[in-house]
């Protein structure tokens, strides 16, 4: 659709990401406007529609909170595209992602292939799995981006001291099997539908691939095979935008380990030469 958009952009801040938006929407003619997640608000009462103002949102960032604030903003986010304003991501695709165990269960029950996995809410527990699993996990945080708190345990003291501090700290023990590769993954970013540009994330004298703790980026042509796996696991979690990892096993396997909903594009751009920015406010314009 022609004619100015009204952008509203949800974050934490004035991140690299969110100036890029607001750079791009601009420079198509749309205005966008930067609002802290933490300061939204709604009204109920007298046909008041809820904040804020705008012909498409986009959620850039879920600030840290706690329970009860990250229910009202998906709440609010939820009531938002009710009255008819597109959210981007859609509130139900966030609230997926942004859970590992629900989103990881998503893309099993889609066909996919995913690490094997246990997560539970006590020590012994874990314990048991940590065997069953090969005495070989990765621990990750049940919320989680840019591969922060995660740690690979191979040593059962190790996994004795840390599932005993997470239990007391009462959080949820999450562990995946690990999964022998080659030392990169593959980070697909998935625009409506449409494979818009990948990745393949080399680490650098580390398991972890991330580029933000420090893995090494460079571009990438999908075959049939990676494609199709990152298009369905989009469909899976019916996320319109969003970045897969894929990781190629030694053993010619090849795993979904998530998706990410509100996925970061720096590295994207830079090695691969795409305007993503550009491509997601064109896209998102096209959903008023």
Same mark, same amino acid.
């Given at each position: 659709?022609?004619?100015?958009?009204?952008?509203?952009?949800?974050?934490?801040?004035?991140?690299?990401?969110?100036?890029?938006?607001?750079?791009?929407?601009?420079?198509?003619?749309?205005?966008?406007?930067?609002?802290?997640?933490?300061?939204?608000?709604?009204?109920?009462?007298?046909?008041?529609?809820?904040?804020?103002?705008?012909?498409?949102?986009?959620?850039?960032?879920? &600030? $840290?909170?706690? !329970? /009860?604030?990250?229910?009202?903003?998906?709440?609010?986010?939820? @009531?938002?595209? %009710?009255? #008819?304003? =597109?959210?981007?991501? &859609? $509130?139900?695709? !966030? /609230?997926?992602?942004?859970?590992?165990?629900?989103?990881?269960? @998503?893309?099993? %029950?889609? #066909?996919? =292939?995913?690490?094997?996995?246990?997560?539970?809410?006590?020590?012994e527990t874990a314990l048991e799995a940590f065997g069953r699993?090969?005495?070989?996990?990765?621990?990750k945080p049940l919320f989680g981006s840019e591969g922060r708190?995660?740690?690979?345990?191979?040593?059962?003291?190790?996994?004795?001291?840390?599932?005993?501090?997470?239990?007391?700290?009462?959080?949820?023990?999450?562990?995946?099997?690990?999964?022998?590769?080659?030392?990169?993954?593959?980070?697909?970013?998935?625009?409506?539908?449409?494979?818009?540009?990948?990745?393949?994330?080399?680490?650098?004298?580390?398991?972890?691939?991330?580029?933000?703790?420090?893995?090494?980026?460079?571009?990438?042509?999908?075959?049939?095979?990676?494609?199709?796996?990152?298009?369905?696991?989009?469909?899976?979690?019916?996320?319109?935008?969003?970045?897969?990892?894929?990781?190629?096993?030694?053993?010619?396997?090849?795993?979904?380990?998530?998706?990410?909903?509100?996925?970061?594009?720096?590295?994207?751009?830079?090695?691969?030469?795409?305007?993503?920015?550009?491509?997601?406010?064109?896209?998102?314009?096209?959903?008023?």
């Amino acid at each position: 659709m022609s004619g100015c958009v009204r952008f509203c952009i949800l974050s934490g801040g004035l991140g690299w990401h969110v100036r890029d938006l607001v750079r791009a929407a601009e420079a198509r003619g749309h205005t966008a406007e930067v609002r802290d997640f933490r300061l939204v608000h709604g009204s109920v009462g007298r046909g008041e529609r809820p904040m804020p103002e705008a012909d498409c949102v986009l959620v850039r960032t879920m &600030p $840290p909170g706690s !329970l /009860e604030q990250v229910v009202f903003r998906m709440d609010l986010l939820h @009531r938002i595209a %009710a009255c #008819g304003v =597109p959210v981007l991501n &859609p $509130p139900s695709a !966030l /609230e997926t992602c942004i859970d590992k165990y629900l989103s990881t269960a @998503r893309l099993e %029950a889609g #066909g996919l =292939p995913v690490p094997e996995t246990v997560v539970c809410q006590d020590a012994e527990t874990a314990l048991e799995a940590f065997g069953r699993l090969g005495g070989d996990v990765v621990v990750k945080p049940l919320f989680g981006s840019e591969g922060r708190g995660m740690c690979r345990i191979s040593h059962a003291e190790l996994a004795w001291r840390t599932f005993r501090t997470l239990e007391r700290t009462a959080c949820v023990l999450y562990l995946q099997k690990f999964v022998p590769h080659f030392g990169y993954d593959v980070r697909v970013f998935v625009l409506g539908g449409k494979v818009l540009a990948a990745m393949r994330r080399r680490s650098n004298g580390d398991w972890r691939t991330n580029v933000a703790q420090g893995g090494l980026a460079e571009a990438m042509r999908l075959d049939s095979r990676l494609e199709a796996l990152a298009l369905r696991a989009a469909e899976a979690v019916r996320t319109p935008i969003c970045g897969v990892d894929l990781l190629p096993a030694q053993d010619g396997s090849v795993y979904v380990l998530e998706v990410n909903a509100v996925p970061g594009w720096r590295a994207l751009s830079r090695v691969c030469a795409v305007d993503v920015a550009d491509e997601l406010i064109a896209f998102a314009a096209r959903q008023r």
